[in-house]
T-cell receptor, first 115, second 114 residues
């Protein structure tokens, strides 16, 4: 079984401030981990993914995430928030064994940027 | 290369009506799946397919049917619509070559059942 917990359904940060969105996972086998972003009335776009290479993963739009096995975490960060970062963010986990590629999503974190 | 396409974008149904949500991909992906998105609940897997002729249930399959007769298409059928099926539906596809994969999502279908 696998699951994802996103702490904080709503996060507000000032423009230029650090963005930190939290994700903890549970998986019985080594996981793949993903962050997706959803802008209003749009589909999901992949921000970044961890697939067992480097534990610090860089994604699009200046975002990065660090896989910490000891903490079962995969928090998403960005050093300086921009107004265009306002969106909903989803963390997701998948098993790393072939034939079990189902994604399990967290409930999402809505990020608001304060001018 | 259109990626993953979904039709229609919007649909309103009356309780008891049936309909099919269409999903197609042109990337020759093996894996396709349907999710529903509801406020505060993230995305939940309805059904998925690992190849033509093979489908399986996800987390919330009741009230939905799928089939996969071709690699490209993965329609989702609502047998008898209920207000609880009001949601945004996303189709996704992915390729599992070398265990390096990501899911590509369609733009979604917003369904309202009255």
């Amino acid at each position: 079984a696998q699951s994802v917990t996103q702490l904080g359904s709503h996060v507000s940060v000032s423009e230029g401030a650090l963005v930190l969105l939290r994700c903890n996972y549970s998986s019985s086998v080594p996981p793949y981990l993903f962050w997706y972003v959803q802008y209003p009335n749009q589909g999901l776009q992949l921000l970044l993914k961890y697939t067992s290479a480097a534990t610090l993963v860089k994604g699009i739009n200046g975002f990065e995430a660090e896989f910490k096995k000891s903490e079962t975490s995969f928090h998403l960060t960005k050093p300086s928030a921009h107004m265009s970062d306002a969106a909903e963010y989803f963390c997701a986990v998948s098993r790393r064994d072939f034939g079990n590629e189902k994604l399990t999503f967290g409930t999402g974190t809505r990020l608001t940027i304060i001018p | 290369n259109a990626g993953v396409t979904q039709t229609p974008k919007f649909q309103v149904l009356k309780t008891g009506q049936s309909m099919t949500l269409q999903c197609a991909q042109d990337m020759n992906h093996e894996y396709m799946s349907w999710y529903r998105q509801d406020p505060g609940m993230g995305l939940r897997l309805i059904h998925y397919s690992v190849g033509a002729g093979i489908t399986d249930q996800g987390e919330v399959p009741n009230g939905y049917n799928v089939s996969r007769s071709t690699t490209e298409d993965f329609p989702l059928r609502l047998l008898s619509a209920a207000p609880s099926q009001t949601s945004v539906y996303f189709c996704a596809s992915s390729l599992f070559k070398d265990r390096n994969y990501e899911q590509y999502f369609g733009p979604g279908t917003r369904l309202t059942v009255t």
